[in-house]
């Protein structure tokens, strides 16, 4: 159990620019989880996967926000044409739904996205 | 849908004081309750959670969180801090069931002084 992975850790970008950012949850975790934090605020939760499958998407997630877990395992969420606004840090998490600890999210370290 | 409100943005204290972070919570359904920390560039790391039973729950750290359905409260407390308790702890909640979202508060910044 390495724990729940992100990376970049750290991403500067210009306001119109693409970002990919990528989370390797806990093997064998069927649940991640994305929350965005702002400076001063709690987690905000954007969307989560149950396998590959996207269950739900916050309002928070505009179209310019996609997120992907192809296999089932790692996952990436892009954003298309930064803005300034999309300046935060962005946390993954997973779960084992069905274990010993269900509810219990695992937290990686976060990729903060400054945008220039 | 749910909310969480922590009172205190920032809490002051000096070593081996006693401390109570206190969240309150809203919600129409059943919920389960969860305190995090927070250390600088980290993710968050769980100390306690609520799922059901005894509402008094001891968490890692030395910290304990009692549930109070009544009061919709959700307090953490240690009795004796240490510097390396300094950090931003949040509290969350998420409905009961399997694994879903949690909602967090706006977080306590907990800053122990010698």
């Known amino acids: 159990d390495t724990g729940v992975s992100q990376n970049p850790r750290h991403k500067i970008t210009k306001r119109g620019q693409n970002v990919t950012f990528r989370c390797d949850p806990i093997?064998?975790?069927?649940?991640l989880y994305w929350y965005r934090q702002t400076l001063g605020q709690g987690p905000e939760f954007l969307t989560y996967?149950?396998?590959?499958?996207?269950?739900?998407k916050s309002r928070l997630l505009s179209d310019r926000f996609s997120a992907e877990r192809p296999k089932g395992s790692f996952s990436t969420l892009e954003i298309q044409r930064t803005e300034q606004g999309d300046s935060a840090m962005y946390l993954c998490?997973?779960?084992?739904?069905?274990?010993?600890?269900?509810?219990?999210?695992?937290f990686g370290p976060g990729t903060r996205l400054t945008v220039l | 849908a749910q909310s969480v409100t922590q009172l205190d943005s920032q809490v002051p204290v000096f070593e081996e004081a006693p401390v109570e972070l206190r969240c309150n919570y809203s919600?129409?359904?059943?919920?389960?309750l969860f305190w995090y920390v927070q250390y600088p560039n980290q993710g968050l790391q769980l100390l306690l959670k609520?799922?059901?039973?005894?509402?008094l729950v001891k968490g890692i750290n030395g910290f304990e969180a009692e549930f109070n359905k009544s009061q919709t409260s959700f307090h953490l407390r240690k009795p004796s801090v240490h510097i390396s308790d300094t950090a931003e702890y949040f509290c969350?909640?998420?409905?009961?069931?399997?694994?879903?979202?949690?909602?967090f508060g706006t977080g306590t910044r907990l800053q122990v002084t010698l």
């Open positions: 998490a997973s779960s084992l739904v069905g274990g010993l600890v269900s509810n219990e999210q695992f």
């Open positions: 093997s064998e975790h069927n649940r």
């Open positions: 996967f149950q396998n590959e499958a996207q269950l739900e």
């Open positions: 609520y799922l059901s039973g005894s509402t």
């Open positions: 969350a909640v998420s409905r009961t069931g399997t694994a879903s979202k949690l909602t």
């Open positions: 919600s129409s359904v059943s919920v389960y």
